[in-house]
């Protein structure tokens, strides 16, 4: 079973995975200086990495995280189901351990999904 899918796109299994849930509030104090907290939403982030990863993974992986947005199916720890929501991706980061027989390999591969 696929831990995350991207639109029709299986990622590789990541090698660390936290699901983050961001309560979106409105908060002020009145007058007498009680807070007065007014949540809006509850939303997700996903943070992704993956220790190492083949050329051919990081293209799949890095080309389905290239739109705007797109529909991410995951386990949600809430729910205790798969959900699919609407995510945007954040910064991407990448490092490369070495080339062998001319073929690069990738490490520390990073990067956050936020629900729309």
Known sequence: ??????????????????VGVMDI??????????????RVTTKRKIELS???????????????????SFSVTYPDPVTNTNLTKTFYCGDRSVGMID?????????????NLVEF
């Open 25 to 38: 509030s409105k908060a002020e104090r009145n007058a007498s200086g009680t807070m007065i907290i007014e």
């Open 1 to 18: 079973m696929a831990i995350i899918t991207i639109g029709s796109t299986v990622l590789p299994s990541p090698s660390d995975w936290t």
């Open 99 to 111: 080339y062998q027989s001319g073929v690069a390999r990738y490490k520390d591969v990073k990067f």
């Open 50 to 68: 993956w220790k190492f990863l083949s050329a051919a993974n990081l293209s799949t992986v890095l080309n389905a995280v290239a739109p705007v």
